[in-house]
């Protein structure tokens, strides 16, 4: 393990600063510290890696479609509400 | 490629039957999903979803497009559900400690006793064989009803921040922390998941 230096992070602490990280929104300081520990720590850079994956798969949720009855009871429903704007 | 909001904003306001209902598929399921996270029963969020797309058609008028089209639709969407829900409840504050990752896993000193598991390649192997998708869907529903939310608008409509706070009505610093929360235990879920298999 490497020397803990005053204000080094730890491992426990750094997970939690991973989606401030990702969204951009560490300060400088914090940014430097976060990116200085995952250098020297394998797992924290899995576990980065991990919460990327975790979102891009997430991502890929595409929505189910619509049955054509359901397309159908909408049409239905835009034809009722433009005879009633009529 | 996909018709951009904005032109099928257009094609709306002229009347466009088929306009209508391409904005239907687009949203009717997320819709679904995110109404079902404030009400008691998928019923009652299929009811709401309906009423919100009459609420859709009547204010289309009065749309002054300064949100995205979805933004507006999605506030529609919760200002009702809310109105009708009692599963959330929006005075719990998010300030109560949820640690990203069980603090057993860690030593005295904060470091990893026991570290993540690999697991990428093993879900991206499922996901493409399309057997990962349904337990995702089915994780996302087990995930608090502000978690997922936040989850739902900002990485499955990949919404920015800023319109998820919109639609949701929260602060920044709130939408952030129930995103952390969110992700960390779904990162969690592809670890259990994973390793349940070795």
């Known amino acids: 393990m490497r020397l803990l230096r005053g204000r080094d992070l730890v491992c426990q602490q750094a997970v939690e600063l991973v989606t401030a990280y990702l969204e951009g929104r560490l300060s400088r300081s914090a940014r430097r510290r976060f990116e200085a520990h995952l250098a020297g720590c394998p797992h924290c850079t899995e576990y980065l890696a991990q919460m990327r994956e975790t979102i891009s798969l997430t991502g890929r949720l595409a929505p189910e479609d619509l049955s054509p009855q359901m397309r159908d009871e909408f049409v239905e429903l835009y034809r009722r509400w433009k005879s009633e704007q009529q | 490629m996909m018709e951009s909001d904005g032109d099928l904003l257009l094609r709306l306001r002229s009347g466009d039957e088929r306009a209508f209902v391409t904005l239907v598929e687009r949203y009717h399921e997320p819709m679904l999903r995110l109404a079902l996270s404030f009400v008691p029963s998928p019923a009652v969020a299929e009811e709401v979803v309906q009423d919100t797309w009459l609420a859709v058609l009547r204010g289309l008028e009065g749309f002054e497009g300064r949100s995205s089209l979805q933004t507006w639709v999605f506030r529609i969407l919760v200002n009702r559900a809310r109105t009708t829900g009692t599963r959330e409840r929006r005075s719990v504050p998010v300030a ?35 057997k990962l998708a349904d337990r995702i869907r089915a994780w996302m529903n087990e995930l608090p009803a502000r978690q997922r939310q936040v989850v739902i608008l900002r990485d499955i409509e990949e919404m920015s921040s800023e319109e998820v706070c919109a639609v949701l009505a929260i602060s920044d610093a709130n939408q952030r922390v129930l995103l952390h929360r969110g992700r960390s235990r779904l990162r969690q879920l592809f670890e259990d998941e994973f390793r349940e298999v070795r």
């Open chain 2, 96 to 130: 109560d400690p949820e640690p990203a990752v069980d603090p057993a896993r860690f030593d005295a000193a904060g470091g990893w006793a026991d570290p993540p598991e690999r697991w990428i390649e093993a879900a991206e192997g499922r996901m493409e064989a399309g």
